[in-house]
């Protein structure tokens, strides 16, 4: 695992431009979790509560968990609170945003960027969220806080963080799946220097909107877990206007890559380019699918392909275009 983590870096670094979040799919740890409440472990991400045992504790989960037997588990794909695949590798992350057992149960995640956003410069970000399967309710409220210094929480038991985050689902798109992972994206503007990120609920929640949808464990806390908790997973944040950017690549006018999301066959269109040599990697820097075109039109098979985040690199001998192919 530790090899193919350090080709990921490498790749997602050095080929599509600089993600500016650290450990943006959880999968780094210095500990392996045996319980819940256990964020730091996924280092540097950190919960922005000075005092876990009272406020917000949010949860690590990976699959080399093995505290068993243990009902807070922390595992992958089957824990505590549901079942779910990692979007990408064996990991992710996991926090409340919104619960009627406990009143305002909020809890947030928070890292530190690895390079502080420049002033009037666009940054495009992105990241996925998966219902968890004993929560019996669905919001809209979710959403990403930009900030110069670290944000924290206070010691009164889940307390709401009361900033206004940059970035947020659209209201009335209701995070409901606990199926598939959803993608939450949008678009920032620095005004310069911001260095940390807090991903959660910035509202009260009484100002939370929520659909019911049934379905959660009614054996957690009593029969009365009438909450919202999601997993998120691959969190990327990237300057808009870099080739090669995790979110949305700008590539040539002449190239175009359709349909996309695709859920296996996908077309390359391209005008005006002889010969282009083609190149597919997963998320770990393996190279999966490679061919030399020399028309106008590549079809290209995907169908055996798990679902995920693919990269098609394109080169030329006029230059390197690279399109994110998403595979549903």
Known sequence: MKKLLYIFLFFSYSLFGQNLVP?????QFDTCPNNIAQLNHAIPWFNPSDNQNISGSSDYFNSCYNNYPNFYNADVPSNFIGNQNAKTGVAYAGFYVYGSYFPNAKEYIEVKLNNSLQANKKYCIEFYVSLADSANFATDD???????????QDTIPFTVINNIPQIVNPIGNFLSDKINWTLISGEYTALGDEKFITIGSFKDDSLVNRVFVGGGDTSLYGGTYNSSYYYIDNVLITPCDSIGGISD??????IKVFPNPTSGLFNVQMSGLESVQMKIYNVYGECIYQQICTSAHQQIDLSEANSGIYFLQLKTDNGTAVKKIIKE
Do not use: A, L, R
């Open 23 to 27: 450990n943006p799919s959880f999968e």
């Open 142 to 152: 979710v959403g990403v806080y930009f900030s110069i210094d670290t944000v924290k």
């Open 249 to 254: 690549f700008k590539i040539e006018d002449n």
